[in-house]
């Protein structure tokens, strides 16, 4: 089994919608991340989470959301999908200079 | 301005070749650099990384920063077929990682 799960690992949704994708992890790290990737833009930080009692924005969390349900869980939310957050999503997690990431999610906003 | 810029190619190399990648950053506080690689439909995965300035050897990839000039670098030997995939250097201060877009490699045979 992966070290970092990410489900569903494929999503259409239609514009408008509430959608969540979910992350869980085995590594037993306290700091888990959301990502978004996009072609010429890189890896973009969403949110992050230190704790479970601990949550900060990124680059780029307009429009997002984050839960941080235990230690292994962080869930990402899309209240209201909308095109341009057509992407690949991944979550990780870190213990010191190393990011595990899982092996993504595509979704796409129609 | 990105903390971590890279060009993002495509660069396409033949089997056996030396592979250069390269990466420049603004941020003076950075103090680990690394490479991950990502395969297609793959998440990224951590390649190597360096402490500060210096070079680090791994097989037959070499990462090196030069601080002074903020850049950094790695070197791939003897390329091979599955060497092909995305390379993104990254730089972390604190908790925060920052990566550059990344570069698209394909080795010929």
């Known amino acids: 089994d992966a070290d970092v799960t990410q489900t569903p690992r494929n999503r259409i949704t239609k514009t408008g919608k509430r959608i969540m994708l979910e992350c869980s992890q085995t590594k037993g790290h306290d700091r888990m991340y959301w990502y978004r990737q996009d072609p010429g833009l890189g890896l973009r930080l969403i949110y992050y989470?230190?704790?479970?009692?601990?949550?900060n924005k990124g680059e780029i969390s307009d429009g997002y959301s984050v839960s941080r349900q235990a230690q292994a869980k962080f869930s990402l939310s899309l209240e209201s999908a909308i095109p341009n957050q057509t992407a690949l999503y991944f979550c990780?997690?870190?213990?010191?200079?190393?990011?595990?990431f899982g092996q993504g999610t595509r979704l796409t906003v129609v | 301005q990105k903390e971590v810029e890279q060009d993002p190619g495509p660069l396409s190399v033949p089997e056996g070749a030396i592979v250069s990648l390269n990466c420049t950053y603004s941020?003076?506080?950075?103090?680990?650099f690394m490479w991950y690689r990502q395969y297609s439909r793959k998440g990224p995965e951590l390649l190597m990384y360096t402490y500060s300035s210096g070079n680090k050897e791994d097989g037959r990839f070499t990462a090196q920063v030069d601080k002074s000039s903020k850049y950094i670098s790695l070197f791939i030997r003897d390329s091979q077929p599955s060497d092909s995939a995305t390379y993104l250097c990254?730089?972390?201060?604190?908790?925060?990682?920052?990566f550059g877009t990344g570069t698209s490699l394909t080795v010929i045979p």
């Open positions: 990780a997690t870190s213990f010191g200079t190393e990011a595990f």
């Open positions: 941020n003076s506080a950075f103090q680990y």
């Open positions: 990254a730089a972390q201060t604190g908790n925060q990682f920052y």
């Open positions: 989470s230190f704790d479970v009692k601990d949550i």
